[in-house]
């Protein structure tokens, strides 16, 4: 018999799943996982927190649309790690959290460490379970690595019980996923053109996960073809390039109004991917889930969410990459002429990106203009939280998938590890982390990750000295009674050099094209740090205009 190890056995299915790189905090509960990683081929990069750690492996399914898969060790390394599993869950990520558990023989017995993780897990998961016996470890991996990517993708759980690990057995391997052919035919793609075309002021809606540079190009294709106006969803910009003519904008927090108004207007909605939630309706104020008062044609790879909350007048239970993909090669048919309703979207986008001054030596609406129009055409931008990102998803243009990473779940600390797993995964490149001083505290260790595996990403933090996003409610709400909302920041230009990193402080607007050159060609991870000035809450609100608001 040629038995192997748990951990071996672990290892040898990752490989049959194509997995190239996994994301690791180490812990003694599975050393026999880390011995079967040691000379695997599979690159494990070792982070500095399990947050970190299930983020960047939640970048990295992004980026590639295959399951990120991260390995953390028992008790606070997988809630650490729960973070990132939240926001693989809220973003539709496929995404496999391998955890090491206490030997299964001392169950029950609030051993070291010991957590029930089914339990633990349950609302956060698809699913999460506990492996006790060693040979059905290739069972339960291809189990997860299907849930991962069925339906609505999204987070599967694995805890390993260490000596599940390290017992030996004799079992074959499972092959791997088998591939999906594309799940849509002619008869669908021509109901849901015919439905189109009854409409005279349509607008397309591009969101949801597991996108790829071909469906951005083809959703273009698609606009352009047929003269419609496009918008996406919170957090999903570079499903379609922003510079492209039919780009109507993002139904974000703090949308634009003029872009509410027309998805109000709107008689008919192509959904194509996303679920159309709280924040794309504007708290289902903009479209009512109970009276419409439009035609909606939904695309959503799970059924189950196909008249969950909005009832569609034409619903396919697919994904959004294979729908667009034949979208993409259809002709226009004859159909109402929709050029002036679309001009009129785009103008209203170009409207609302002219930058409005805010206080200030640096204007961080002019810092993100400035990115927009410098960056090279490659370039990928990441964010996680926080008032500063209203200035980004307002004013910066992304480009085309992969141009832009941001958590819709909306948890800070995301876009360093973020940017970190796609430098990786991109290393040609330009990574760009747009971080607040509160967001980029949350996950600022893994600079030490980055420096150990070569990930040169730069870090633009947006230092206002202040929790800005509940600075702005709490002016709403309490005016004048600052409390809890102010912070004490270190120098961020030499936390980037205390590392062997490049750092540099910036406090005039006119400073920061070179400061970001500089940056980009420093050929290790660099910090350009913004002192902005904390009057300046919004792109459109001052600490003043906030409180005159709360008091009428």
Same mark, same amino acid.
């Given at each position: 018999?040629?038995?192997?190890?748990?951990? /071996?056995? &672990?290892?040898?299915?990752?490989?049959?799943?194509?997995?190239?790189?996994?994301?690791?905090?180490?812990?003694?509960?599975?050393?026999?996982?880390?011995?079967?990683?040691?000379?695997?081929?599979?690159?494990?990069?070792?982070?500095?927190?399990?947050?970190?750690?299930?983020?960047?492996?939640?970048?990295?399914?992004?980026?590639?649309?295959?399951?990120?898969?991260?390995?953390?060790?028992?008790?606070?390394?997988?809630?650490?790690?729960?973070?990132?599993?939240?926001?693989?869950?809220? !973003?539709?990520?496929?995404?496999?959290?391998?955890?090491?558990?206490?030997?299964?023989?001392?169950?029950?017995?609030?051993?070291?460490?010991?957590?029930?993780?089914?339990?633990?897990?349950?609302?956060?998961?698809?699913?999460?379970?506990?492996?006790?016996?060693?040979?059905?470890?290739?069972?339960?991996?291809?189990?997860?690595?299907?849930?991962?990517?069925?339906?609505?993708?999204?987070?599967?759980?694995?805890?390993?019980?260490?000596?599940? #690990?390290?017992?030996?057995?004799?079992?074959?391997?499972?092959?791997?996923?088998?591939?999906?052919?594309?799940?849509?035919?002619?008869? /669908?793609?021509?109901?849901?053109?015919?439905?189109?075309?009854?409409?005279?002021?349509?607008?397309?809606?591009?969101?949801?996960?597991?996108?790829?540079?071909?469906?951005?190009?083809?959703?273009?294709?698609?606009?352009?073809?047929?003269?419609?106006?496009?918008?996406?969803?919170?957090?999903?910009?570079?499903?379609?390039?922003?510079?492209?003519?039919? =780009?109507?904008?993002?139904?974000?927090?703090?949308?634009?109004?003029?872009?509410?108004?027309?998805?109000?207007?709107?008689?008919?909605?192509?959904?194509?991917?996303?679920?159309?939630?709280?924040?794309?309706?504007?708290?289902?104020? &903009?479209?009512?889930?109970?009276?419409?008062?439009?035609?909606?044609?939904?695309?959503?790879?799970?059924?189950?969410?196909?008249?969950?909350?909005?009832?569609? !007048?034409?619903?396919?239970?697919?994904?959004?990459?294979?729908?667009?993909?034949?979208?993409?090669?259809?002709?226009?048919?004859?159909?109402?002429?929709?050029?002036?309703?679309?001009?009129?979207?785009?103008?209203?986008?170009?409207?609302?990106?002219?930058?409005?001054?805010?206080?200030?030596?640096?204007?961080?609406?002019?810092?993100?203009?400035?990115?927009?129009?410098? #960056?090279?055409?490659?370039?990928?931008?990441?964010?996680?939280?926080?008032? =500063?990102?209203?200035?980004?998803?307002? =004013?910066?243009?992304?480009?085309?998938?992969?141009?832009?990473?941001?958590?819709?779940?909306?948890?800070?600390?995301?876009?360093?590890?973020?940017?970190?797993?796609?430098?990786?995964?991109?290393?040609?490149?330009?990574?760009?982390?747009?971080?607040?001083?509160?967001?980029?505290?949350?996950?600022?260790?893994?600079?030490?990750?980055?420096?150990?595996?070569?990930?040169?990403?730069?870090?633009?933090?947006?230092?206002?000295? /202040? =929790?800005?996003?509940?600075?702005?409610?709490?002016?709403?709400?309490?005016?004048?009674?600052?409390?809890?909302? /102010?912070?004490?920041?270190?120098?961020?230009?030499?936390?980037?050099?205390?590392?062997?990193?490049?750092?540099?402080?910036?406090?005039?607007?006119?400073?920061?094209?070179?400061?970001?050159?500089?940056? #980009?060609?420093?050929?290790?991870?660099?910090?350009?740090?913004?002192?902005?000035?904390?009057?300046?809450?919004?792109?459109?609100?001052?600490?003043?205009?906030?409180?005159?608001?709360?008091?009428?």
């Amino acid at each position: 018999m040629t038995t192997r190890h748990g951990g /071996q056995i &672990l290892v040898d299915q990752l490989k049959a799943q194509g997995v190239r790189r996994v994301f690791s905090v180490p812990g003694e509960s599975f050393l026999a996982a880390l011995d079967g990683l040691h000379e695997s081929g599979i690159e494990n990069i070792v982070c500095r927190h399990e947050g970190g750690a299930a983020m960047m492996a939640e970048a990295h399914a992004k980026l590639t649309g295959e399951p990120g898969v991260a390995f953390v060790t028992r008790g606070p390394g997988a809630t650490n790690a729960s973070s990132g599993i939240h926001v693989a869950k809220q !973003d539709s990520t496929p995404l496999v959290l391998f955890v090491g558990q206490i030997d299964n023989r001392h169950r029950d017995r609030e051993a070291f460490q010991e957590v029930n993780y089914r339990e633990f897990f349950k609302p956060l998961a698809k699913w999460a379970a506990e492996i006790d016996q060693t040979e059905r470890l290739p069972e339960y991996i291809s189990r997860a690595f299907h849930l991962a990517r069925s339906g609505r993708p999204g987070p599967v759980v694995l805890a390993l019980p260490e000596n599940m #690990l390290s017992a030996r057995a004799d079992v074959p391997d499972i092959r791997p996923v088998a591939p999906s052919p594309p799940s849509v035919c002619g008869e /669908q793609i021509g109901a849901v053109i015919e439905m189109l075309c009854k409409a005279e002021r349509p607008l397309v809606i591009a969101g949801g996960s597991v996108w790829s540079t071909a469906t951005a190009e083809g959703l273009a294709g698609f606009a352009e073809r047929f003269g419609l106006p496009v918008c996406v969803t919170f957090r999903r910009m570079d499903r379609i390039d922003n510079r492209h003519p039919n =780009y109507a904008g993002d139904l974000a927090v703090g949308m634009n109004p003029k872009l509410a108004g027309r998805l109000r207007e709107a008689d008919c909605l192509l959904v194509l991917g996303a679920r159309l939630g709280d924040i794309a309706t504007g708290s289902y104020e &903009l479209v009512d889930p109970a009276a419409p008062g439009k035609t909606i044609i939904h695309i959503h790879p799970d059924p189950d969410e196909l008249g969950r909350v909005f009832r569609p !007048d034409l619903g396919l239970a697919a994904p959004a990459v294979d729908v667009i993909a034949r979208l993409s090669r259809r002709e226009a048919p004859d159909r109402p002429d929709w050029s002036a309703w679309t001009k009129a979207a785009r103008a209203d986008y170009e409207a609302w990106i002219t930058p409005r001054e805010t206080p200030g030596a640096v204007k961080l609406e002019q810092v993100i203009c400035q990115l927009s129009e410098n #960056l090279p055409e490659n370039a990928i931008i990441t964010n996680g939280a926080g008032n =500063y990102a209203a200035f980004l998803h307002r =004013y910066l243009r992304a480009r085309a998938f992969p141009g832009h990473l941001a958590p819709t779940s909306g948890s800070m600390g995301y876009g360093f590890p973020a940017a970190i797993a796609a430098k990786l995964e991109h290393p040609d490149r330009p990574v760009i982390c747009m971080a607040g001083d509160g967001c980029f505290q949350m996950t600022l260790n893994e600079m030490s990750t980055a420096r150990q595996y070569g990930a040169n990403v730069v870090v633009i933090v947006c230092n206002n000295g /202040q =929790y800005g996003t509940i600075r702005m409610h709490q002016e709403k709400t309490y005016p004048g009674r600052v409390s809890g909302t /102010q912070m004490f920041n270190p120098d961020y230009a030499a936390f980037a050099r205390a590392y062997g990193g490049h750092g540099v402080r910036v406090e005039r607007t006119e400073d920061f094209l070179t400061a970001l050159e500089e940056a #980009l060609s420093a050929g290790c991870p660099a910090v350009i740090e913004l002192m902005l000035d904390p009057d300046a809450l919004s792109p459109g609100l001052t600490v003043a205009q906030a409180q005159a608001l709360a008091l009428g």
